[in-house]
């Protein structure tokens, strides 16, 4: 049952509208009400496999039926598939179990030209569109603007869920997501560490030690990309669960995503400086609150090489663990009374970032790593918590304005071959391209694929995409692939996201904050064809803090799916060079002009020559992978009822 229905009154006197009890947090529905866990099943849903998965079962074919695997595939991958929690403090990949198999209902009865529409998590309803449109339309966490910061009341009330980036828009694939994004992001800081003065004074074991934080979904990639940078990493986390989980992952392989975990800080320093006499790279995983290791290298005098975080710090309630308590303590003070602890996780906080600034004085390369811990930090009072910047305007954003970014697909046969298939296809493709063909190599090398779909990810851009997508879907058509794949991208992106303290921070002509460009990237997507469009508030760094977009589009090996890539993913990076270029970044224009984009007002261009760029794809496939794409479809007949 709801509670506080029955409430209380304005100071006026009168009765509070349903509206004003929610903000006032006066309206909540228990968490197992909400989340209907009276119909979670026994066991998770399971993903076909073998000779089951090469068909799909849906009245759509496969663009509902990846879908529908997709959304399964998130509770595989995720964190706590019970409660429907996948990744980043809470996101969810649906509203609550009755919605979850209410939606797969609807795609596997869905037409292919019909759109389905969901409103944070929950359907919404369906519409006559047309085969080429969306097969289904995702909102996700979207707030009037002055009332974002109420949002948690909102999602207690029931109305709406957090869906994170990925979570909601149905396309997490698990660490493996994230681990090449942030093997380059610490590769940079390595580099640009060298660099400084500051790093001349490190010891020789301080130049080897990176230390963060955070072992969860997405952070927990931190380790292993940490060793193939061939350092050592320290990582502190509270929850014993979240060590174990990496500690095993992969270890069966003898790649584990995390070497060594201890359960103490003194431990792990110790252990680092054995490691680091004999000049070896190890992950070790210390089970402390992030300030204690933190305060432990100040009060020693230890400056790691490289310092960041990637604790939960987006949400002070639902994520951040505050110092001072065992994880199942702060779990019961988080139930029983969220004020204190929201108090707690805020003046933990604001010494997590004093201490962060103290190691950056002496000489640690520091950044925030995407999880708004600067902002939280500067709410609880320190004033120059914006003295280390972030990663994007730090590292990232030079391969935004390429339309660069990470990419990623997922064998819907659920064979690891399918997989193995395109790494080697996308070696042919981008052979040219050392960087890319090293990643594939040390990804076969090190990375354990998970317990959902097997699926890869690298960054790519402008024309590589939709180059490589249009070559995967024949593929499919070939019978080289034994099923289709889903092809997605994180929203961590250049083109289709507005987050002032991540993606869009310190943009050059101060668009940090306009919203525009995430709609753009969206109905750019959807008018292209993509399989899912998703529409997001609050993904990475906590509601109000950003708007973003996200696709999928299925390669199903048929014809005009080679067409719906082709505009889906011309369109999704030329969105990242468009939006760099219009806030007068000279490197984006550049490439722009390279590829004959217009970019009016700054280009004189007035006309893009598709295709031309059609046929370089299909030439530049045939002559690296000797695989015939089809020639560009001249007309197309649309069965509209
Ligand atoms: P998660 O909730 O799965 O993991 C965060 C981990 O931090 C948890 O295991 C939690 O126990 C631990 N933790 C919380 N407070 C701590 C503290 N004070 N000391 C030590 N450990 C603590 O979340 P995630 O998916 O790993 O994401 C982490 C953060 O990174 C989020 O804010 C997310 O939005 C952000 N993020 C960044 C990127 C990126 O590309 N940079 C990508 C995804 C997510």
């Known amino acids: 049952m709801a509670e506080g229905v029955a409430s209380s009154t304005t100071p006026e006197g009168k009765p509070k509208s349903m509206f004003e009890k929610i903000i006032d947090g006066e309206y909540k529905i228990p968490f197992e009400e909400r989340l209907r866990l009276d119909l979670k099943p026994d066991e998770i849903p399971p993903l076909p496999k073998g000779e089951e998965a090469l068909k799909p079962s849906t009245v759509a074919g496969w663009q509902t039926e990846a879908i529908i695997r997709a959304m399964i595939n998130n509770l595989h991958n995720g964190s706590d598939w019970e409660t429907l929690f996948i990744y980043g403090g809470s996101g969810r990949v649906a509203r609550n179990w009755k919605a ?15 759109t389905l529409f969901l409103q944070s998590g929950v359907p919404y309803g369906k519409t006559i569109t047309h085969p080429w449109a969306p097969r289904i339309v995702v909102t996700n966490s979207i707030i009037v603007p002055e009332w974002a910061k109420y949002f948690n009341n909102m999602v207690e009330a029931g109305l709406t869920v957090y869906g994170q980036m990925t979570a909601g828009s149905f396309c997490f694939i698990g660490l493996q997501g994230i681990i090449q994004g942030t093997y380059e992001t610490i590769a940079a800081a390595i580099k640009n560490a060298e660099k400084s003065p500051a790093y001349q004074k490190l010891s020789d074991f301080e130049k080897q030690i990176i230390v963060s934080a955070g072992l969860g979904l997405m952070s927990g990639a931190q380790p292993l990309a940490i060793k193939m940078n061939g350092k050592i990493a320290i990582i502190a986390e509270v929850n014993p669960k979240q060590i174990d989980r990496l500690y095993n ?21 110790r252990i680092a400086k054995e490691y680091a006499e004999k000049k070896e790279a190890v992950s070790i995983g210390v089970l402390a609150n992030a300030v204690d290791l933190l305060q432990y290298l100040v009060d020693n005098n230890i400056t790691p090489h490289v310092l960041t975080d990637q604790t939960s710090a987006h949400d002070m309630l639902n994520g951040y663990v505050p110092a001072g308590m065992t994880y199942e303590e702060a779990i019961k003070l988080r139930e029983e009374n969220p004020k204190e602890y929201e108090k707690k996780a805020y003046e933990t906080v604001k010494r997590h970032v004093e201490l962060m600034l103290e190691l950056q004085k002496r000489g640690a390369e520091t950044f925030d790593y995407g999880n708004n811990i600067r902002g939280q930090a500067l709410k609880a009072g320190v004033k120059n918590a914006f003295d280390f910047e972030g990663f994007v305007p730090k590292y990232i954003r030079p391969l ?14 659920n064979d690891p071959q399918d997989i193995l298939v395109t790494d080697e296809y996308a070696k042919k493709l981008f052979y040219d391209d050392p960087q890319l063909v090293n990643w594939i190599d040390l990804a076969e090398k090190y990375i354990p694929f998970e317990k959902g779909l097997p699926a890869r990810v690298f960054w790519a851009g402008f024309f590589g995409r939709a180059a490589f997508g249009m070559l995967m879907n024949k593929l499919v058509a070939e019978g080289k692939l034994k099923a289709p794949v889903f092809i997605a991208r994180d929203h961590l992106d250049g083109g289709s996201v507005a987050s002032p303290f991540r993606e869009t921070e310190g943009m050059k002509d101060g668009s940090d904050a306009i919203g525009d460009y995430p709609v753009l990237n969206l109905l750019g997507n959807a008018l292209g064809g993509a399989t899912l469009v998703a529409y997001h508030g609050g993904g990475g760094v906590g509601v109000g803090y950003s708007l973003h977009a996200g696709q999928i589009v299925v390669a199903d090996g048929t014809r005009i799916a080679q067409e719906k890539l082709f505009r889906v993913l011309l369109w999704d990076p030329m969105s990242a060079i468009l939006r760099h270029a ?5 490197k984006a224009i550049n490439i722009a002009k390279e590829y004959g ?20 794809i299909i030439e530049t496939v045939k002559e690296r992978t000797g695989i015939d794409l089809w020639p560009p479809m001249e007309k197309i007949e649309l069965a509209l009822l």
């Open 100 to 114: 979850f198999f209410e939606t797969i209902e609807l795609l596997k009865t869905l037409k292919p030209n019909e």
């Open 400 to 413: 935004f304005m390429e339309g660069k970014g990470p990419f990623r697909w997922a064998a819907l046969s």
């Open 582 to 586: 219009a806030a007068g970044y000279e």
């Open 249 to 269: 992952l992969g270890r069966d392989r003898g790649t584990p995503y995390l070497d060594i975990k201890v359960d103490s800080v003194e431990e792990a320093i």
């Open 597 to 616: 984009l217009v970019v009016p007002g700054i280009l004189e261009n007035k006309e893009i020559d598709y295709k031309g760029l059609y046929n370089k």
